[in-house]
């Protein structure tokens, strides 16, 4: 049986203000990182169909330490393995050098391709080096490569959005993932009036979303889930797996992971992750049950909700489908984008979930 392996890189040069993912700006700890993480992986006795190196940072490791990561692990061949990165750490020879430590699938957090935009999500990265790093991406031989873009962010509007998107498409990109932005709490942006002033309300990114959605299917990227779109033959195998349920390992600080029906959740402190010998975790429940499944494939919006899956659904989709926010195809539920918008209240709406802890819009 093979799964899933996802590694947490808790590196980033400096913190964005919107953002609460587990990362530091402090790298002395690197190399340590590097070992433990192989440390890890070389303890599990399972071998890996896919391989997904998120963040953080990423392209904080050099091609070595990839590749030292990524011999710890028994993977099978042809697996996808991928590696996230920030546009303003990744120059062609960098690029070249992670292709042959054997990343095969790059996902660059662009965000935006509007100076002002990237200047308030504090992000490192220039338009022009975003735009720079995925052409040297494709130079360095990168077929597979994804790019993400965020809605509702501060000083956006209709018109830039437009711009990013044109941009994107002219690039040499295989897959998009479009997030609208959360402002979570304790976060420097929660705190920032001027930024929280900018941000278009929630009528506007709707319609954002939407216009999103349409211009990359008139554009060659089909929408396969709430937030992600891809040409064909492009969707992230291993994305996938998450929304299907299927298992997989986690490794490093803050990692969740979900191996013999176990959901857990790594301890997130670098320190202790470079001493231990092995990474402490924490039990969060039982996975892999029917609402919990259904409500992960509700968001796979080409395939769908198979309507057998859940007793006495049937009633409630066709409300659905009467309102515009979902079609029924083939025995599936699908959701409509503008059922993609909420959700989380479908969710509610058709008793597949009590409350909501997961997923979302
Ligand atoms: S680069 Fe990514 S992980 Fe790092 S602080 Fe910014 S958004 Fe968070």
Not at 95 to 116: K, V, W, Y
Not at 127 to 136: G, L, R
Request: glycine share 10%; proline share 4%.
């Amino acid at each position: 049986m093979s799964r899933g392996l996802y590694i947490h890189v808790p590196f980033c040069i400096r913190k964005c203000p919107y953002c609460d993912f587990f990362s530091s700006a402090d790298c002395s700890l690197k190399e340590e990182y590097v070992k433990a993480a192989a440390r890890n992986i070389s303890a599990i006795n399972d071998s890996f169909s896919t391989v997904y190196f998120g963040g953080g940072t990423p392209s904080l490791l050099s091609p070595e330490q990839f590749g030292n990561i990524l011999s710890a692990a028994d993977i099978i061949d042809g697996a996808e393995i991928s590696a996230e990165a920030n546009p303003g750490t990744a120059d062609k020879k960098y690029l070249s050098g992670i292709r042959a430590a054997g990343i095969n699938r790059i996902s660059f957090g662009i965000q935006s391709f509007d100076e002002t935009e990237l200047k308030a999500l504090g992000r490192i990265h220039s338009a022009a080096e975003a735009w720079e790093a995925v052409i040297s991406a494709h130079k360095a031989g990168f077929e597979n490569i994804s790019a993400d873009l965020m809605l509702g962010t501060p000083f956006q509007t209709k018109k830039s959005l437009k711009k990013s998107l044109e941009t994107i498409v002219s690039l040499p990109v295989t897959h998009i993932s479009a997030y609208m932005l959360k402002i979570e709490n304790n976060t420097p942006l929660a705190k920032n009036k001027d930024l929280l002033r900018n941000i278009p309300d929630d009528d506007e990114t709707a319609d954002m979303y939407l216009e999103t959605v349409n211009f990359l299917a008139e554009n060659g990227f089909e929408q396969y889930e709430i937030s992600n779109f891809a040409q064909n033959g492009y969707e992230c195998i291993h994305n996938l797996g998450y929304w299907r349920c299927e298992e997989y390992y986690g490794i490093g600080p803050s990692a969740n992971g979900f191996v013999d029906g176990e959901r857990f959740r790594c301890d997130d402190t670098v320190r202790e992750f470079t001493l231990q010998p092995i990474q402490g975790r924490t039990f969060i429940e039982r996975g892999g049950g029917i609402n919990e499944k259904a409500m992960l494939l509700l968001r796979l919006t080409k395939k769908g909700l198979p309507l057998d899956m859940i007793g006495g659904i049937e009633c409630k989709a066709d409300i659905l489908v009467s309102k515009g926010l979902a079609k029924k195809e083939n025995g599936f539920l699908k959701l409509t984008p503008e059922g993609c918008l909420v959700s989380n209240e479908i969710i509610l709406f058709c008793g597949i979930m009590d409350n909501i802890s997961k997923g979302g819009a």
